[in-house]
């Protein structure tokens, strides 16, 4: 596919009268940033605890087993992690009695608080069951706590469905009608705000001590689950997870924080958003994906280095695991891609794009749905066999293509062909019967069809546009880089340019090393394009201009700070570029 460049339009500047670095003013005029007010990331612009509907009753419900057992049940992911960490040492620090986790096998159990869940968390005698990042479809497994004689918490921000489940509470500010103003909350967030209802109506009654800790200090949890579920960073979430980097930065973070952050090779004196989701995140979520999630949370539970480390360690090496089968599987699909491509039934005519291969991994296909996406540039879902009998799949979708509400859709006009489905906007799972994946992925693709006129175009590549060359500067870098958090609808910077090629050499088999040069500028660029070759493909070395899109990194090696340009793209000279109308 021939991509396209469009640049952000700039809704207009703000006097910033010489306080901002000219080219970070430009960025935020182009996210719709219109007063300085939007840039108080301080505790004090977060919406009030109160505003979140439930959140009241979910503290009541949560105060009357203060002296009983209470378990929490969490999701397999790092946000699931994240709050089943949080929820775990809030209530511990608030003197609840007995506070335990369950954290389920997915592969055994499938997804959310289902009845066999259920059974299990049985075994331990909890009197309240707290569902942390799920729950909001298991109606299921809520009847049967409650049929059990326990009672039921759910925390949780995916998308309900038609029915809700029959818990005590429900906190989650997707809930149809709510008017708490960030639906955007990731599960952690959610969790957050339940646990300050906790610490508020505690500190009320006059229980707890001013030396207590709060729930501030838990912030590092939650800017480590909202980042890493790629939530959109709305003006709520980036107060948190500024706080929560803040945290991490002065060293005031849990200690599985600190080890993870060392094994990455991330310092945590220079801690951006990005170190979170690319460094700490993907070893987090390897347990979930490779085994569960528990030894996850034990080292977000960890009170000393040591055990930290050690947990820490597992997690690296489950980490490797997860990256071997991740890079045959990859390429696995990519051949299958390039083997459609060329067939008449072309997938450069599908709108929606199904995968299957029987050695899937399941803990996986969400990572190749979520890089074949980036390759097709339109919604994938990549299936797994959970038996011999049944397919588990994990989807991924572009701007514009709700996918979750396309599987609803599905559901609604072909009953019984989805077993199970929940997710959000952008990434969502499900499950059904193998031999009917072929009448499922033409549904899709009818569906996403249907969904693509009022989707971004897929050949469309925005940036912040040129920078001249005397801006191509360590100094704009760092500002950049102090300018975040960056995320999901609020992303990072971005540009684009046609530079002369000086040089260029694979590295560590994939990646594209370069020397770049803007023509006539006499001045040539670090530049580096992670990723640039695909599995099998022979390198070819660029020759002559190219039009790049790239961000500007600082890059530090051994105490020495430089800039380097990361390079998204590389594209024909004569790309057209446009500004959006």
């Known amino acids: 596919m021939s991509l396209r460049i469009v640049r952000r339009a700039r809704e207009g500047a703000v006097g910033w009268r010489g306080r901002l670095h000219p080219v970070l003013e430009r960025v935020y005029a182009a996210r719709g940033v219109r007063s300085e007010s939007e840039l108080d990331h301080s505790l004090l612009r977060l919406l009030p605890v109160g505003t979140l509907e439930g959140i009241e009753a979910a503290a009541e419900l949560l105060l009357a087993h203060r002296s009983r057992r209470v378990l929490v049940v969490g999701d397999f992911d790092a946000d699931g992690a994240t709050s089943c960490a949080l929820v775990v040492r809030a209530l511990r620090g ?17 997804y959310g608080l289902t009845p066999e869940i259920v059974a299990l968390a049985a075994t331990r005698a909890p ?16 009847a049967a706590a409650r049929e059990r004689g326990i009672d039921v918490l759910i925390t949780d921000h995916h998308l309900p469905g038609a029915q809700l489940p029959d818990a005590n509470v429900i906190v989650n500010p ?6 708490f103003a960030s639906r955007s909350l990731a599960g952690v967030g959610v969790a957050f705000y339940v646990m300050a209802a906790v610490r508020r109506a505690l500190d009320a009654a006059g229980v707890t001590s001013s030396a207590a800790p709060g729930v501030a200090e ?7 689950g909202t980042v890493a579920d790629v939530v959109p960073l709305d003006a709520n979430n980036r107060v948190l997870v500024t706080q929560g980097l803040r945290r991490i930065r002065a060293g005031r973070c849990v200690p599985g924080i600190r080890a993870l952050l060392a094994l990455a090779g991330r310092p945590a004196a220079d801690l951006t958003a990005a170190d979170l989701a690319f460094g700490v995140a993907p070893r987090l979520n390897a347990a979930g994906r490779i ?12 009170d000393d280095a040591e055990s930290a480390q050690q947990l820490a360690l597992r997690l690296d090496a489950l980490n490797e695991e997860r990256r071997a089968i991740e890079a045959r599987m990859q390429q696995e699909a990519l051949a299958a891609v390039r083997g459609l491509e060329e067939t008449v039934a072309s997938v450069a005519q599908r709108s929606g794009v199904c995968l299957f291969h029987d050695s899937w991994h399941q803990g996986v296909v969400g990572l190749v749905a979520s890089r074949v996406k980036e390759r097709l540039r339109r919604p994938v879902i990549a299936f797994a066999a959970a038996d011999a009998a049944v397919l588990r799949g994990s989807a ?6 709700h996918v979750r509400d396309v599987l609803d859709s599905i559901a609604a006009q072909h009953p019984g062909l989805i077993q ?21 992925a033409r549904a899709f693709d009818t569906q996403v069809a249907r969904c693509l006129p009022g989707a971004g175009a897929r050949d469309a590549v925005e940036t912040d546009g040129e920078l001249a060359v005397a801006e191509i500067a360590l100094a704009t870098a760092e500002a950049l880089r102090a300018g975040g958090p960056w995320g999901q609808a609020f992303p990072e910077p971005s540009f684009d340019g046609v530079f002369g090629v000086r040089s260029a050499r ?3 088999e994939r990646h594209l090393k370069m020397w770049v040069e803007p023509p006539g500028s006499g001045r040539s660029f670090d530049a580096i394009a992670f990723n640039h070759l695909e599995g099998g493909a022979p390198f070819v070395p660029p020759e002559g201009p190219r039009q790049l899109v790239y961000r500007l990194e600082v890059n530090e090696y051994q105490g020495e700070r430089r800039l380097q340009l990361l390079v998204d793209h590389l594209l024909p000279a004569d790309s057209p570029a446009s500004a959006p109308r």
């Open 94 to 110: 608030c003197g609840f009695a007995s506070v335990d986790f369950l954290v389920p096998n997915r592969f055994e159990f499938g």
């Open 127 to 142: 009197s309240l069951i707290v569902t942390v990042d799920n729950g909001i479809s298991s109606n299921d497994g809520v």
């Open 174 to 179: 997707n809930l149809p009608g709510s008017r």
């Open 218 to 224: 838990l912030l590092d949890l939650v800017a480590l």
């Open 291 to 302: 085994d569960d999630m528990t030894v996850g949370i034990r080292c977000l539970l960890a």
């Open 396 to 401: 991924r979708s572009i701007e514009g293509v």
């Open 420 to 440: 199970r489905f929940g997710g959000h906007a952008m990434a969502a799972g499900l499950t059904l019967e193998r031999a009917r994946l072929d009448e499922f």
């Open 506 to 508: 694979l590295i560590g």
